[in-house]
Each structure stands twice: as structure tokens, then as C-alpha cells.
């Protein structure tokens, strides 16, 4: 039996994650996780537009602000410090060639000093097969790569966007933040050039977006829109990668026809060329992994659109934008929705679906259509103030079932295209568009648009589009799209898209998107997307990001968990504060340990949590007893935090049975301790630890105090079960 306890208790630990977060290491002050790497690269940065072309050229709108943006871009998320970037509106040759000399200067001045060195030349404006077309004066590709040749920086990267500018290719096929720019590792060598188009095409702009397409692209390719890999880095392969993309798509049914971006890269070493990072001082904008679809960004107030792109599902999208406030759009399935997301320097600002409002579309008319024609999705179908049927389609209904009512009464069913007050059914409501106002069925409602207001059904309710209100359902509730409001169920609540409100259910809330607000079951609330609010369950939550609490007997997020999960058992990725008899965080902090305590028991076991919360296992024996020295148990829950690199202060409580084989396992000790402790971390995968203790014991008539010397016995002797008292102490070992 002894040995059967042993395996099952061990089989416990097995269950835990045995790693040591790297995350929390490198987060620890004074830990070698954090540390400055040493600034070894210099990038600069030379950015040319050139709206005039020539007399016999049109002259372009935006090649003056595309260089200026493609600057913009490279100095906040790019590692180019503000005095090592250039920009040149309009220049001449002379001004051009004196540009780059300087630039030549400069670099070859660092590189004296020992210091890598990149260049980045970005050219936007008119030009032919032949070379840049700088007003009057004429740059040929010849010409320009010569003189680039002669800047000694160990990367160049040119970017043309102009006409033909695939000609230059040749047929192959403040604040210093640059850290990604000193990582060693396998840095790349040479020149890449890419150009907005091939040697025979015409590079187009566009007043709709208020840029040329390619550097539009790339722009936004830039600023996060083209990290395929999720490493918040992005190459110069993943930027060329996606400025074409997005341009060919925009320009296939372009009146000058479709642009296809061209490449010629001449580069050795292991690794692709780093463009830009998101960083910690960036604005960020982080979209949920769940969205998807086509997203556009317009600053505010201007309405100035700043980047698009189109989201697909799996991950989440990050975006380095200016800090300012945007109008966030998203296209999906024929349908509009709009946020608004305030951007803050330094600052992560996050958006899920349930952050989105859904809008009406713009109206639109077919060439040759009247005006009468023009149609919104937000036109209501004619009503009638009053409406009555028998069934479905016997009735008022079989005459013009597209009639809105403002009030309704069917019999047993009835259909209509909504109410704006009220519908009551007999037996159940079938509604092929809006309802605004009061729908009360004897067992279900159907409706095929949205709910603004209340649905009551003995069994269930089904929505085929949004649901804004109340519903109430003896069995279950069901929606198609996004819930906002109420849902009670009196057994289950199913919504296919997002809730920002609250669901109660007697069984199981389901939601296939996002949850915002609180989802209360008494068995099982089950969210496929993240979680911002509370989720409280008789049985199990199942959730991806939390960000709030989750309270349920097990809890189990399959990212991270901001906030609280408090049940016995607790999974997550990482979590703030997790509390239960066993908590499992993939990215959390696994140690083994030693240690004996005045109380003559020598134990060894787990301690694993995440972040300041920590749970302990642990199993042993009285060693220093004589005869059978018996088996003791414990589990334990405690709080730590780092005094200084190597120190680190921790408080826990435990609970310790110890069984005493002399008398069978009718015979057990119950010790409770707090354990106040520090630990001095020797080495990377060694510490020592040790700290005062207050034990209390619970001991049956005629049994052994554990107390090594003095305590305090709280009971008369004369009760059937004492409770004995005693500071003591507890040191120990813990393998990392």
C-alpha cells in the first residue's frame, strides 16, 4: 500500500510542465535576461521623391510624401536614428550624387570605428528604362548603381518605386532602439534592389489611398502586416513578399494594367535581413487571432487612409502605427463593422471582434441604374400597424409576408418581416428580417436579421443574424452571428459569433468567437476566442486568452490567463494568479526541491507556478524516527517575489499528512504550516532556501507531538484530538 501511495502521488508530479520559463528569467531584474546588446550596427537611411518628371510628364501627387513615409517608418520601427536618415523633395542629380557622397562619408567614418554599417535608399517618382527622371536632369541605372557601389556599407537596400524601374535589375528570376540590428548571428552581406514594377509597366498612385501602390504596400508590409512568421520582425523578403502581393491584386483591373513588383538580391549569410521590429516604445495594434477579413485603418480626424491589408485567422496581427486615434473597418462576409483604437506610444492596444460595431454599408447604384435603384443594407420593408395569423402563411402574412408589423398576434404561428413593439405567438414566431421591440412564443422564435430588443420562448430561441436585447429560453438559446445584451438559457446558450453581455445558462454557454462580460453556467461555459470579463461554471470553463477571472473546479485557458483562475485544477499558458490544488503553466517556472524541517520530516518534491503564484508537492518520510518512519504527504500554495538578482522572498502555506505505519492508516498526523523564506539563488540551476515556520499540529488522544522542543498545546488533554502549536524551521535545496 505504501509503495502504491508513492506511485500515485509521483504520477501527480509527472502531470506538471518540468521547464523553467525563459520568459521569467529574462524578466527577473538584474537576471541575465536582461541586459543591453551591444550597439554594433548603424543603419541609415536615404529617402528621394520626385514629383516632376519633366515638361513632357504629368506631375505626381504623392512621391514627395511616400519617401517621407517610407522615412517615417524605418526611424520609429526601422533601428535609423532621426540624424541618420535623409530626405531629398525634388532634388537634382547634383543634389542627389552630393546626398549619397555624404552618406558615403558617413559610413565609411563607421566603419573606421569597427561598426557594421546598412544603407537603405528609397527613390519615389517618375523614371523609364533607362534611369530616374529628376525634372530636367536624367540619373541612369548605370550611373546611380555606380555610385552606390562606392558607399562601403556591408548592406544596401534600394527600393525604386517608379515607372519601369525594373530596368535596374538585373534577370535572375533621441532614443537608439536598433537591438535587432546587433544580433550577430548570422548577418547578411551585400545589395538588394526592389523595384514597384517590372522593365515594361507603368508604377501607378492612387488619390484613394493617397500614395503609389507599391510603397503603400510595403508601408504596411512594414509596419507589421508582413511578419507571416509572428516573431514581430520583419525581413526583407517577408516585405517584398507582400507589397507584391497586395500590389498586383489592387492593379490587375487598373486602367494602366497590373504591376508586378520586381527583385534582384545579391546577399550571403545565414539568416534574411531584419527591416523592422515592434518594439516596446512602438504604438502598437494588436488584433485578435480569431478575426478575419479585410481591415482598413483611417487616422482621426482626417479620415486619411493609412494602411490595409487583409486578416486571415490562426494569429494575431500587430501593427507598429503613429499614436494617434483610428478608425479601424473590417470587411467580412458582406458585412461592415467599425472600431475606434487609441494609440499611445509605448502602449499594446488590443482589438477583438466584440470591440467592432456592425455599420451600414454605403448606398451603392449599378452604372446605367436610377436613383431610385440605390438601396442600404439599414432600408427598413414597408409596415402596417397591425398584423394577425393562423399559422405561417395563413393570415395577413400569406398576402405580403414582407409586411413589418408594428404590432403582431398569431394564433399558433405567424411570419412577418419583424415588429417594432410586439409579436405573440401561440406556439412560435417565424420573422424573416428585424425585429425591434417584443417577441413571446409558447415554444420558439425564429428570426432571420437582427434583434433589437426581447425574445421569450418556452424552449428556444434562434436568431440568424445579431441579437442585441434580451433572450429567454426554457431550453436553449441559439444565435447565428454576435450577441449583445442577455442571454438565459434554461439549459444551454449557443452564439456562432462574438458576446459582449451576459449568458446564464442551468447547463452550458457555448460561444464561437469572443466573450466580453460575465458567461455563468452550472455546468460548462465553453469560448473559443479570448475572454474579457468572468467566467464562473458549477463543472469547467474552456476559454483561449482570459483577461479577467475564471472560477470553475477546473479551469483551462489554452493561451494566457491576465488576471485570475481560482479552481482545483488550473491550466493555462501563463497566468497572473492561479490558484488550485494543481495548476499547470507551459510557460511557467518548474523547480525541484529538498528540504527538512525541525519536525524530523525530509521531503522532496515540486514547486511550479507562474509568475508570483505557486503551488508545492511534495512527499517524504520522518527520517529521524525510530522504526517505521512512515509516509508523509503535502500540498502547498504561496506567493514569491525577487528581492534583488540572486534573492528571492517567498511565503506559503501547506498541508502535511503523515501516516504512521505502527498503527495502520488509522493513524494519521495533520500539520499545517506557514513558511516565510528566502532563497539565494547559487548558480542558474541551484539555490538554497530556508526561513522560519509555525506548525500546527492536530493529534489524536495518546499520539506524538511532533515538536522538537517547546509548544503550546491549545486544547485540554482531555479532548479527543489536540492542537499543538510551535515555531520552528525548514532549509532546503532546489534544482532548477
Not at 467592432?356 to 420593408?381: L, N
Not at 399558433?412 to 409579436?423: P, T
Not at 428580417?433 to 437582427?450: K, L, P, R
Not at 461555459?525 to 461554471?537: K, L
Request: hydrophobic share 40%.
Amino acid at each position: 500500500m505504501k509503495n502504491t501511495l508513492l506511485i500515485l502521488f509521483l504520477s501527480l508530479l509527472a502531470a506538471s510542465v518540468l521547464t523553467i520559463s525563459p520568459a521569467e528569467l529574462a524578466a527577473a531584474p538584474g537576471t541575465s535576461g536582461e541586459y543591453d546588446a551591444p550597439d554594433t550596427t548603424r543603419r541609415f537611411a536615404l529617402t528621394v521623391g520626385a514629383n516632376d518628371g519633366g515638361k513632357d510628364l504629368v506631375r505626381l501627387r504623392y512621391a514627395n510624401t511616400d519617401a517621407e513615409a517610407v522615412g517615417q517608418v524605418l526611424v520609429e520601427m526601422g533601428g535609423v536614428q532621426s540624424e541618420d536618415h535623409v530626405l531629398l523633395a525634388d532634388p537634382r542629380a547634383s543634389e542627389l550624387k552630393q546626398s549619397i557622397d555624404q552618406m558615403r562619408a558617413n559610413i565609411a567614418s563607421e566603419q573606421a570605428r569597427g561598426r557594421r554599417t546598412e544603407l537603405v535608399f528609397y527613390y519615389s517618382g517618375h523614371s523609364n528604362e533607362h534611369g530616374l527622371l529628376l525634372g530636367t536632369d536624367h540619373v541612369p541605372y548605370k550611373e546611380l548603381r555606380g555610385w552606390l557601389a562606392d558607399v562601403p556599407a556591408d548592406v544596401q537596400v534600394v527600393i525604386l518605386d517608379s515607372c519601369a524601374a525594373g530596368a535596374a535589375t538585373r534577370t535572375k528570376g533621441g532614443q537608439r532602439m536598433p537591438a535587432f540590428l546587433s544580433d550577430q548571428s548570422g548577418q547578411a552581406q551585400g545589395m538588394a534592389i526592389l523595384t514597384s514594377s517590372s522593365d515594361t509597366e507603368a508604377s501607378q498612385e492612387s488619390d484613394a489611398i493617397g500614395a503609389s501602390f507599391f510603397t503603400y504596400y510595403l508601408i504596411a508590409g512594414l509596419r507589421g502586416a508582413a511578419d507571416s512568421s509572428g516573431d514581430r520582425r520583419v525581413t526583407l523578403n517577408e516585405a517584398y513578399r507582400h507589397a507584391f502581393d497586395e500590389t498586383l491584386a489592387r492593379t490587375q483591373r487598373a486602367f494602366s494594367g497590373a504591376q508586378h513588383p520586381a527583385y534582384d538580391i545579391q546577399m550571403t549569410g545565414q539568416s534574411d535581413l531584419v527591416l523592422t521590429e515592434l518594439q516596446q516604445t512602438n504604438a502598437v495594434l494588436q488584433i485578435d487571432r480569431h478575426m478575419q477579413g479585410r481591415l482598413f485603418f483611417r487616422s482621426q480626424p482626417d479620415g486619411r487612409l493609412v494602411a490595409e491589408m487583409t486578416k486571415y485567422p490562426g494569429r494575431p496581427l500587430e501593427l507598429g502605427l503613429p499614436s494617434a486615434t483610428y478608425e479601424v473597418t473590417l470587411e467580412h462576409n458582406d458585412k461592415v463593422y467599425q472600431a475606434t483604437a487609441n494609440m499611445r506610444q509605448g502602449r499594446t492596444t488590443q482589438l477583438t471582434f466584440m470591440d467592432f460595431e456592425q455599420v451600414s454599408q454605403e448606398p451603392t447604384r449599378r452604372r446605367g441604374s436610377s436613383v431610385a435603384d440605390a438601396t442600404t443594407d439599414a432600408e427598413a420593408p414597408p409596415a402596417v400597424y397591425f398584423g394577425a395569423d393562423l399559422l405561417p402563411y395563413v393570415g395577413m402574412s400569406s398576402g405580403n409576408p414582407e409586411m413589418r408589423r408594428t404590432l403582431s398576434l398569431n394564433i399558433i404561428g405567424g411570419i412577418s418581416h419583424g415588429s417594432d413593439v410586439l409579436e405573440i405567438g401561440g406556439a412560435l414566431n417565424i420573422a424573416t428580417g428585424y425585429t425591434s421591440g417584443v417577441q413571446i412564443g409558447g415554444a420558439a422564435n425564429f428570426v432571420g436579421g437582427d434583434v433589437n430588443g426581447v425574445q421569450i420562448g418556452g424552449s428556444a430561441n434562434i436568431v440568424g443574424g445579431s441579437t442585441r436585447g434580451v433572450q429567454i429560453g426554457g431550453a436553449a438559446n441559439v444565435t447565428r452571428e454576435s450577441m449583445r445584451g442577455l442571454q438565459i438559457g434554461g439549459a444551454v446558450n449557443i452564439t456562432a459569433g462574438a458576446v459582449n453581455g451576459i449568458q446564464i445558462a442551468g447547463a452550458t454557454n457555448i460561444t464561437r468567437e469572443s466573450m466580453r462580460g460575465l458567461q455563468l453556467a452550472g455546468a460548462v461555459n465553453a469560448t473559443a476566442g479570448p475572454v474579457n470579463g468572468v467566467q464562473i461554471a458549477g463543472a469547467l470553463n474552456i476559454a483561449d486568452d482570459v483577461r479577467g477571472v475564471q472560477i470553475a473546479p477546473v479551469n483551462i485557458a489554452a493561451g494566457d490567463v491576465h488576471g485570475l483562475q481560482l479552481g482545483v485544477v488550473n491550466i493555462a499558458r501563463s497566468a497572473d494568479v492561479g490558484i488550485g490544488l494543481l495548476s499547470i503553466y507551459a510557460d511557467g517556472f518548474t523547480n525541484m526541491e529538498v528540504f527538512a524541517a525541525d519536525d524530523g520530516l525530509a521531503m522532496i518534491g515540486l514547486r511550479h507556478g507562474s509568475k508570483s503564484i505557486y503551488n508545492t508537492y511534495s512527499v517524504g518520510s520522518r527520517i529521524m524516527k525510530s522504526g517505521n518512519p512512515g509516509l508523509a504527504f503535502s500540498l502547498g500554495l504561496g506567493w514569491r517575489t525577487r528581492l534583488s538578482r540572486n534573492l528571492e522572498f517567498s511565503i506559503d502555506g501547506t498541508v502535511t499528512q503523515v501516516v504512521d505505519f505502527d498503527y495502520g492508516w488509522s493513524k494519521t498526523h495533520a500539520l499545517h504550516k506557514v513558511r516565510p523564506m528566502l532563497t539565494w539563488n547559487i548558480t542558474d540551476n541551484f539555490a538554497l532556501f530556508g526561513g522560519p515556520t509555525a506548525t500546527l499540529q492536530f493529534v489524536g488522544r495518546g499520539g506524538e507531538i511532533f515538536a522538537p522542543a517547546r509548544h503550546w498545546e491549545l486544547t485540554d488533554k482531555d479532548d479527543v484530538v489536540h492542537l499543538a502549536i510551535w515555531p520552528g524551521f525548514t532549509l532546503g535545496a532546489r534544482f532548477f
